[in-house]
């Protein structure tokens, strides 16, 4: 409510003009249609501008905007059905596999729309790879399951440069050691926490700019998320990482930005040490103190 200084008091024009700054800066803090923080970055390798995401009628993603920054982990929090998966999804086209799904706005990898009609998927999606929640590996020999990219591709013309590539991309992934001696071997016959960081060898060996990780470790043991955590910070010198998790602890460890979603909104975006210390937004606050979701 908008308050008028037409009193008689010379210091009643001082005191409406602060309850109404204070009503205003409120009413941004509390709102959950306009993001907080620092969502742009300088020099960004992927730009999303008034995104949006519809299954049919429904709106899962509601007209939100932010930068993916260079050799940075964007960590991608809130509770479940808020929309993080879904918008990691758009990252990489993947949301094209679903009928229903319709996605607006812009979103551009080093100023490339990715959405353009003249854009091919199966290079972008070598360009931004995806890590699932479930270990996937083919029913193929670890070596062939980090082969199958660069072959597929054409990103080698020998059996030397292949394997080069194959060793070089499970060594990335801090996994040669482990497997050197058995690489003919069936890539389902690894542990858990192998298959997942196969899979990542397998989205690094095709040179990707961005890797898109959707709950890494959610189905690992603490040991295996922990080398997993250990490979993505060393990751981040080569490549931009953008990370959806459910656990708070794992975003502040890995991630140098935070995203918040809320029921389709993104929130809040800033530092992850911030965003976990001093949250600008009452709902981020209510989120990273356990008081919902």
């Keep these: 409510m908008e308050l008028t200084a037409d009193m008689t008091n010379p210091a009643f024009p001082t005191l409406v003009n602060d309850i109404n700054a204070f009503e205003t800066e409120t009413d941004e803090s509390t709102s959950t249609n306009a993001t907080v923080g620092e969502p742009f970055v300088e020099n960004p390798r992927m730009t999303c501008r008034d995104v949006a995401v519809y299954y049919g009628e429904k709106c899962a993603i509601n007209t939100i905007s932010i930068d993916v920054g260079r050799n940075e982990v964007l960590a991608m929090i809130g509770p479940s059905g808020c929309g993080k998966?879904?918008?990691?999804?758009?990252?990489?086209?993947?949301?094209?596999?679903?009928?229903?799904?319709?996605?607006?706005?812009?979103?551009?990898?080093?100023?490339?729309?990715?959405?353009?009609?003249?854009?091919?998927?199966?290079?972008?999606?070598?360009?931004?790879?995806?890590?699932?929640?479930?270990?996937?590996?083919?029913?193929?020999?670890?070596?062939?399951?980090?082969?199958?990219?660069?072959?597929?591709?054409g990103l080698t013309s020998t059996k030397e440069e292949l394997s080069y590539v194959v060793e070089t991309s499970l060594t990335k992934a801090g996994l040669w050691n482990e497997v050197k001696d058995r690489l003919h071997e069936p890539g389902t016959g690894l542990s858990g926490g192998q298959q997942q960081r196969l899979c990542i060898a397998r989205a690094i060996a095709v040179s990707p700019e961005v890797i898109l990780m959707d709950e890494p470790c959610s189905a690992l043991d603490p040991i295996a998320t922990a080398k997993v955590e250990e490979l993505i910070a060393e990751l981040r010198e080569q490549f931009s990482i953008v990370i959806v998790t459910h656990a708070m602890q794992q975003a502040a460890r890995v991630s140098q930005r935070t995203a918040y979603f809320h029921l389709g909104d993104l929130v809040e975006v800033g530092p992850t040490e911030r965003i976990f210390t001093n949250p600008r937004h009452q709902l981020t606050e209510d989120y990273i103190t356990g008081r919902f979701g």
């Design 85 to 153: 998966s879904t918008f990691l999804r758009c990252l990489n086209r993947m949301n094209d596999t679903v009928s229903s799904c319709r996605v607006e706005g812009d979103i551009r990898l080093d100023g490339m729309n990715i959405y353009d009609p003249s854009v091919d998927v199966v290079p972008l999606r070598a360009s931004v790879g995806m890590v699932f929640q479930k270990p996937n590996p083919f029913p193929k020999s670890i070596f062939d399951n980090v082969a199958y990219g660069p072959k597929i591709h």
